[in-house]
């Protein structure tokens, strides 16, 4: 895979004290919507709280080993393509030194699907239930991510059964026209099929929600989160601490759903991305 460098230097200071001088490695060197970015740098001077920030939203590095730096970038299905660029925020010295991470994201490719909808699955659209339940998973994925990395190694599928919509497909609800991407990537089964954790993490959300059902949120660190929405029965309590392969919960089609089926998503940075990418490419 390509990488790209982007070098960033700052201009001397009076006082003759030159701040670092630092590229980052962009990873892919052009992201296609809906994907992840990594950021990677080294610095050989003694560096605070590096994050980027790029519309109100924001990613922390953290330190992967002495001097270098890593942060995960999750770019929107929706995003448009292009050049972008991200505020860099550091501390040195005592000063925040301020600089530009820029990146090109390309168009993705995503198929438009139509969701046909029960009277009281569409009263959940009208009544802003569905607006409100998404806010409650919301929360739970945008709050202050742990530093600490519980992954290791590549995701694995948390279910087995056909993927019956992909990420980032247009979905158009009864006969509403094709709104924002699909947020996650449905697996269907039959009911019952058993849900289980793709890495390791912890549970910071369980509870059920009228547009989704039984939901679980699993947290896996330095802003990387993953959730499992419709099933009949969840498996795992707020709190716990789930190795790979540890249950979530059961397969079902409880909320907004045509069948039995598991919507999982993935978040990063606060939004959400293909899980499919994690299952394949290393994040380690
Ligand atoms: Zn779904």
Redesign the pocket.
Known sequence: MAVAVCLMSFPLRASGRRPPELRFELDPSTVTAGRTLVVRFHSPARIMNPRMTLNDRSAEFYSVSTGSWRAFWGISCQESPGVKNARFEVLWNKRVIVSTISFTVEAGTFPVSHIPLTKSQNNLFTSGQLTDDNEILAAAYKKAPIPRKMWSGYFVWPTTGVV??VFGARRSYGRRPPGSG?????IANVEGTLITAPARGRVVLSRRLDSFGNAVVLEHGQGVFTYY??MVKPLAKEGDFLEVGSPIGLMGKEGI?TGP?????MVVSGERVDPREWTERLFD
């Open positions: 019956s919509s699909h947020s996650g990537m449905d929405l419709h759903a089926h598991l919507h999982w998503s």
